[in-house]
Nanobody
Framework: QVQLVESGGGLVQAGGSLRLSCAAS????????MGWFRQAPGKEREFVAA????????DYADSVKGRFTISRDNAKNTVYLQMNSLAPEDTAVYYC???????????????????WGQGTQVTVSS
């Protein structure tokens, strides 16, 4: 069983940047596809970004494409989400998760993921 711990959230002004980290323990995630999701108050959890197990494929929600970058450091067993040009609508709790469904086709569905972390709050002020 893998445990995930997110960190790096905080309060930032619009236009600023943050880098979220998702540190895994219990087993290696180097051969596992990973995803980032977010959930704002009163809204459903939504897909943000996904990274294939080999790192050769990525996917981003339209709302973050060109601003966010997902990456991994296998030596540190950690996945990152670099967030640039942040806007107030990016305010949410951000979660990372292990993709448990082997199909890359459904990479945007929360149901395809497991071992969710506890989340890290990102607040963007205008």
């Amino acid at each position: 069983q893998v445990q995930l711990v997110e960190s790096g959230g905080g309060l930032v002004q619009a236009g600023g940047s943050l880098r979220l980290s998702c540190a895994a323990s219990g087993r290696t995630i180097s051969s596992t596809a990973m995803g980032w999701f977010r959930q704002a108050p009163g809204k459903e959890r939504e897909f943000v970004a996904a990274l294939s197990w080999g790192g050769g494929s990525t996917d981003y929600a339209d709302s973050v494409k060109g601003r966010f970058t997902i990456s991994r450091d296998n030596a540190k067993n950690t996945v990152y989400l670099q967030m640039n040009s942040l806007a107030p609508e990016d305010t949410a709790v951000y979660y990372c998760a292990v993709k448990v469904d082997p199909s890359w086709i459904i990479r945007r569905l929360p149901s395809g993921y497991g071992s969710w972390g506890q989340g890290t709050q990102v607040t963007v002020s205008s």
